[in-house]
């Protein structure tokens, strides 16, 4: 199997666990926080600061790279990792979620969805194999199945659906695919906030027999305690020898929820979003860079952070780069964000392993301003 989980150890105070992910380019230790680099980038970043800074896998985004500058130029380059130049993992979406979000531009059928480009607005059909097409021609090392992301809210007939129509297409997904030496391909459970949905979809999807499972449809607009009922419910149905993902979290509390809750892997934009509109996380909470409380402070974003933009400038210099609308501001903080969560994960990693995962939470919560 080109992918291979190998569990480490299970935490004696919650079910978080240890692990190490094996990929053609690559091992991963996990709980893993993985960036996203939408376009074949990370906003700012070259692939030697990510390194640097110990970030183990990148995600890419299949829609976007299909339509700009397209899988066939990718492919002809070589495949994403050389096109980008970036030697360690990548994980592709399927790109179903960026389709189904496009709302009215969007037609969803059987086969497929039809949609509109948000760059041009011209007409385009992907459907499971498609998705699988593109993602092969991208060679990432883990390929998402195309799924079917059900709104919250969303009443129970449409959530079950939805979910039955995930199950055909991962079916579909798994028998298009091209590259199994090379690529592995995780399916998605789905089931909205109805649990006995979450249980129909993830026997299906692991019935399928896929190399890793990721659970979908959970940060999409629900309360933090609905999403947390959900996982918590959700995640011990998952098998304990494949690794479990969970899709488009990346705050500090989310993610010390989840592995608590026995999650592996976890992706967001929000580090480097918040970072190019200038907030930060600190050990003692966010900090909005651009207010003006700042501008003669010549202390680092965070006291307790040792990453370059800790090492060498002040929260009154940033301030200013922000102000004056120079480009170095948003690589600063980008750089902070992005260093912090990865920090994070280690430490997370580092408690799971001497079974003190609950005292760390606490006492990153009580310095971070969080109330539990």
């Known amino acids: 199997m080109v992918i291979k989980y190998e569990l480490i150890k299970e935490a004696s105070d919650s079910n978080a666990r240890l692990g190490k992910l094996y990929t053609p380019h690559g091992v991963i230790e996990t709980p893993i926080f993985m960036p996203v680099g939408t376009q074949a980038t990370v906003k700012t970043m070259t692939p030697e600061e990510l390194k ?14 299909y339509l700009r500058p397209g899988h066939d130029l990718i492919d002809e380059a070589g495949g994403l990792h050389k096109f980008m130049n970036w030697d360690k993992p990548i994980l592709t ?17 059987e086969k497929g969805v039809e ?18 097409e593109i993602q092969n021609a991208l060679e990432s090392d883990i390929a998402m199945a195309f799924d079917e992301c059900a709104p919250y809210p969303a009443d129970k007939d449409y959530v079950k659906n939805s979910l039955e129509r995930t199950t055909r297409w991962a079916k579909r997904c798994k028998d298009a695919h091209k590259k199994p030496v090379k690529q592995g391909i995780f399916g998605i459970v789905q089931g909205g906030m109805y649990k006995d949905l979450r249980e ?7 019935d399928i027999d896929f190399p890793g499972y990721a659970v979908g449809g959970l940060s999409v607009g629900e309360p933090a305690n609905i999403m947390y009922d959900v996982l918590d419910f959700t995640t011990p149905l998952l098998p304990k020898n494949k690794p479990r993902y969970l899709m488009g979290v990346g705050s500090p509390d989310y993610l010390f929820e989840s592995v608590i809750r026995g999650i592996d892997m976890a992706d967001c ?29 010549f202390g680092k974003l965070d006291p307790e952070c040792d990453c370059y933009t800790c090492r060498n400038y002040s929260r009154a210099y940033i301030r200013h780069l922000f102000k004056a609308k120079e480009i170095l501001g948003a690589r600063l903080t980008t750089i902070h964000n992005l260093y ?22 606490e006492e990153f919560y009580k310095k971070y301003g969080y109330i539990k």
């Not at 399927?94 to 531009?105: T, Y």
């Open 269 to 297: 934009v929000l580090p480097t979003r918040m970072a190019r509109n200038g907030t930060v996380f600190t050990s003692q909470g966010r900090v909005i860079i651009k207010n003006a409380q700042y501008a003669r402070d």
């Open 52 to 65: 640097d800074m110990g970030a183990q896998i990148i995600l890419s985004n299949t829609y976007h790279l």
């Open 93 to 109: 979406d399927s790109g179903g979620f960026q389709v189904f979000s496009l709302g009215d531009l969007r037609n969803i059928e």
């Open 200 to 206: 129909q979809s993830a026997k299906e999807i692991i």
């Open 340 to 361: 912090f969560l990865i920090k994070l994960m280690e430490n997370i990693r580092n408690a799971i392993r001497e079974d003190n995962l609950l005292q760390y939470r």
């Open 115 to 132: 949609f509109r480009s948000h760059i041009d607005g011209s007409k385009h059909f992907i459907s499971p194999e498609k998705s699988i």
